[in-house]
């Protein structure tokens, strides 16, 4: 059972997105007060700020009064809450305060509170003051959060400074009457909502008829029966539980205030009521619940919740063993989609073998589906291979659509295979792309094919340069001659073409100075037709 007031006044609060980590509240519908370090102490007016309720999208909020010297900022919203805080710094010394915020934990903020107590006003050179606290540990996060009076059930100032990050020294706030004077417009009276919450937290404070004096009498001596049964009735809740819920307390009895011993009672009974009777798959597991409900029988908690703990740490380990069972199980999987990706492979070798080029691009490309997405550097071999084939059978049968397919594939494997990663590999598929759309571009009636051709060759050729890989370049000049003279002669251009009979000679030359004789008849052909081409311009 929770404090109604301090529900309400989480539905209040926001996490600030400002330059530092922090906190805020609503004090009127569309209206938010926090800290000026929180937003930025140099910021704007009309400056657009982020906020968010817990785990929520981030809302954008309008600033609209920054106030450095104070550390007070507002900020304005479209967004109506139905949720605001009144404001009100009455207090006395050791008056019980909490406080919210968004302090982080494990490098994550998590919506928390801490309780303090009121010690005094400190007063600032500056003829200020600070509502100065004592007895909570205020973390980074929670500045800008609102500090609740819980004997005044009023917002008594904004958090904006600890005493001691590391421990409950407590902190510095803001007091009510600073943020109201830096308001134009008077806030709000109370809300109906703030109002309801009010009383049900006094209500839940007094639905108990015993005093505080004779509630802790009980909770020294919770075998009296004679007020035990009387208190069942009263509340509604079994026996059972109001008797561990007194044994608990009697533990920490001490640390809890006159004004919250009913409710805490009311919420530890609660809490015993709603422990569940636990069942397992597991015999080891359903024993060890069935003793650790035993115990709770007869209101042995210590042991309970022992009982508990080994039950966790078996369920733990069995979930350890199922881990490593299904780890085990993954590499077997991934081993076996490895074989059978390298035997669609195999199968595609031996397609290509018999020149059967359309059935060896499907067996490639089974291949790639097959492996494991780990296994990208062995997809995209597959996919090349797959792209091959599809261009062979394209070419030599004269099927545009699978060129077109193999082209789609070559941009594909070019976005995956980044050039800085495999430098070799980036060009060969740029070269290898180039001749797809070569072939097709000298099949169609528009340039376009032919100078993305071209494009590839250039792209190819800048990492396959003549002192790295010289027969690679020279491979890939002699293509892009061959793409320069069908685009020059489709345009009757002389000066591609003198480019194309240039990329010619240039690599007839390195295959010439390798001894790759075999070639020459070749090479000379192609310079010759081009000459011939460029003669008939």
Not at 340 to 363: I, T
């Amino acid at each position: 059972m929770g404090d109604p007031l301090i529900d309400y006044l989480r539905s209040c609060c926001i996490q600030v997105l400002g330059e530092k980590p922090g906190c805020g509240f609503f004090i009127a519908p569309n209206l938010i007060v926090t800290c000026s370090h929180v937003v930025g102490r140099e910021v704007k007016n009309d400056t657009e700020i982020k906020y968010n309720r817990w785990n929520q999208e981030s809302i954008k909020a309008k600033l609209i009064g920054n106030f450095p010297q104070e550390d007070i900022a507002f900020l304005e919203t479209n967004e109506k809450s139905n949720y605001y805080a009144p404001l009100s710094e009455d207090a006395q010394i050791d008056d019980r305060l909490t406080g919210l915020g968004f302090p982080k934990q494990n490098e994550l903020p998590e919506f928390d509170q801490f309780t303090a107590q009121f010690e005094s006003m400190t007063q600032l050179s500056n003829q200020g003051k600070l509502v100065k606290f004592k007895g909570g540990q205020v973390q980074p996060g929670y500045s800008g959060g609102s500090l609740l009076n819980l004997r005044t059930y009023r917002v008594m100032g904004v958090v904006n400074t600890t005493r001691d990050r590391l421990s409950d020294l407590g902190g510095w706030a803001i007091p009510a009457s600073v943020i109201e004077s830096l308001l134009k417009e008077k806030l709000p009276k109370v809300s109906t909502n703030w109002t309801d919450a009010q009383a049900k937290q006094t209500e839940s404070r007094n639905i108990i008829s015993l005093t505080p004096e004779q509630l802790r009498e009980l909770i020294q001596n919770p075998g009296q029966q004679e007020r035990i049964e009387p208190l069942s009735q009263e509340l509604g809740e079994n026996q059972r539980a109001i008797r561990l819920a007194l044994k608990s307390l009697g533990q920490q009895e001490h640390n809890i205030t006159d004004e919250n011993l009913a409710l805490k009672l009311i919420e530890s009974i609660k809490a015993f009521e709603s422990l569940a009777i636990l069942q397992s798959e597991d015999p080891q597991i359903e024993a060890k619940w069935q003793q650790a409900d035993q115990s709770l029988q007869s209101g042995d908690i210590s042991k309970t919740d022992n009982l508990l703990e080994e039950a966790a740490n078996m369920a733990l380990a069995r979930a350890q063993e199922a881990q490593e069972l299904m780890a085990k199980a993954k590499q077997v999987q991934e081993s076996r989609l490895k074989e059978a990706a390298e035997s669609f492979a195999q199968r595609g070798q031996l397609a290509m073998a018999q020149l059967k080029y359309q059935e060896a691009a499907a067996h490639f490309g089974k291949a790639a589906e097959t492996l494991p997405s780990s296994e990208l550097s062995q997809v995209i071999n597959y996919r090349q291979k797959q792209a091959d084939a599809l261009y062979r059978y394209g070419d030599e049968q004269g099927d545009n659509s699978k060129l077109e397919l193999s082209i789609t594939l070559y941009k594909s494997i070019l976005d995956n295979c980044p050039r800085e990663v495999n430098p070799l590999d980036w060009a060969m598929t740029q070269n290898n792309l180039g001749n797809a759309l070569w072939r097709l571009g000298a099949r169609e009636s528009s340039t376009e094919r032919l100078k993305q051709a071209e494009k590839a060759y250039h792209q190819a050729l800048q990492e396959y340069t003549q002192e790295r890989v010289p027969l690679d370049w020279a491979m890939t000049q002699n293509n892009l001659g061959l793409a320069l003279t069908s685009l020059g002669e489709r345009k009757k251009d002389r000066i591609i073409l003198e480019q194309a009979k240039e990329s010619i000679v240039n690599a007839y030359g390195v295959y010439k100075g390798a001894g790759y004789v075999q070639y020459n008849e070749y090479f000379e052909q192609c310079i010759t037709s081009i000459e011939k081409i460029i003669d008939s311009l």
